[in-house]
């Protein structure tokens, strides 16, 4: 059984530059007003430390539009997760420009009393923007998907009762910040975990739903991210040591792909839904989550979003919310994860030999 999730990261760019209304507010908008046409909701995650310095500065009158939205997506069944960037806890703004603090890029590396801080301290605003002061969300995006190492932050959120991630993508590896999530790749759709995200543990409090990836060759990447490659590598503003290990990052036969539905076309995006399709025949008793990710920042092809939602209608998928899908996900542990397990490594040998 298959549960689309569609998970929309929902901020400005990462170094602070942009606007709140062309960044956030008017796609949010577009990308509404297409789930509402299909009956369709998706899970918003908020970068509440970006709003919250925005709001306390008064750099984007967009702002109080910004937190009508959040709380008008909320009352229409979307759900609200938590995305932290924590490089802007300590921002200051400063000649039209904010200055953000980089050593608190990763929040998994920070003193666990600063952890509880920014988590307590963004908990906070999103009950505040949202108006309800009892809110806790269910699910959690890390900033640059930098959830290692795991244990401190899993630990310190999970206090605050927030009880999924969704920040794996299986293969993903970034050198500069010591992210590998290459181990996770022979997990199931989902799985519970304590100390490491990497490592499944059937006794574990949380639970991970990554995004979905698939491993592909580089010309298979979406277009948009072949351009970032060839635009340099992404490695302005970088120091020789951080352009080396970027470059390590792309050094490999195959890459992970997410499903991100503002980035890939619509024909990669049913290509690779088609697969989950193909597996999901075989065994139909697994649950199979599939995370979609998207940024706000990114939709530039609104069309392409309300095509793919067709074609899933079409195929008889729900599209699904973590808060709806929360009971399958702690229902159907026993056993199917395996399963789902065992013919995604069929999959992979499959393509291996197809190849
Ligand atoms: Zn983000």
Not at 18 to 47: C, H, M, T
Not at 140 to 162: D, M
Not at 331 to 348: F, H, I, Y
Request: hydrophobic share 35%.
């Amino acid at each position: 059984m298959i549960d689309c999730i569609f998970t929309l990261d929902y901020e400005i760019y990462g170094n602070g530059t942009g606007v709140l209304k062309d960044l956030v507010y008017d796609p949010a908008e577009r990308l509404r007003s297409i789930f509402r046409n299909w009956n369709a909701q998706f899970v918003a995650f908020v970068e509440v430390a970006e709003l919250e310095k925005i709001e306390a500065w008064g750099t984007d009158s967009a702002i109080d539009l910004v937190k009508r939205q959040i709380r008008d997506l909320h009352e229409e069944g979307c759900e609200i997760g938590l995305h932290l960037h924590p490089q802007w806890c300590n921002a200051n703004y400063d000649n039209g420009r904010w200055a953000l603090d980089v050593s608190e890029y990763n929040l998994c590396t920070l003193p666990r009393p600063r952890i509880a801080q920014i988590i307590q301290r963004s908990l906070d605003y999103l009950r505040y923007a949202l108006n309800q002061s009892s809110f806790t969300p269910l699910s959690f995006r890390a900033g640059n998907w930098l959830f290692q190492p795991t244990r401190t932050a899993a630990s310190v959120l999970g206090e605050s009762g927030i009880k999924i991630d969704s920040s794996v993508f299986k293969g993903g590896v970034q050198h500069n910040h010591g992210l590998d999530y290459r181990h996770a790749s022979k997990n199931g759709y989902y799985w519970r975990f304590t100390s490491d995200v990497n490592h499944a543990d059937a006794t574990g409090p949380w639970i991970e739903v990554p995004i979905y990836t698939e491993m592909v060759p580089f010309w298979r990447m979406p277009t948009s991210r072949r351009m970032r490659f060839g635009n340099k590598f992404g490695l302005v503003n970088q120091c020789a040591r951080q352009k080396v290990n970027r470059l390590r990052d792309f050094v490999r036969c195959r890459y992970p792909m997410k499903l991100d539905f503002c980035r890939m076309t619509l024909k990669e995006l049913t290509c690779m839904m088609d697969g989950v399709i193909r597996e999901d025949r075989e065994d139909p008793a697994s649950y199979r989550p599939v995370v979609a990710i998207g940024h706000t920042k990114d939709l530039n092809n609104p069309q392409t979003v309300d095509g793919f939602l067709s074609f899933l209608r079409a195929k008889g998928l729900s599209i699904s919310t973590f808060v709806r899908s929360y009971p399958r996900l702690l229902q159907s542990e026993n056993g199917t994860t395996e399963r789902a397990c065992v013919l995604l490594g069929k999959r992979e040998r499959r393509r291996e030999l197809t190849r």
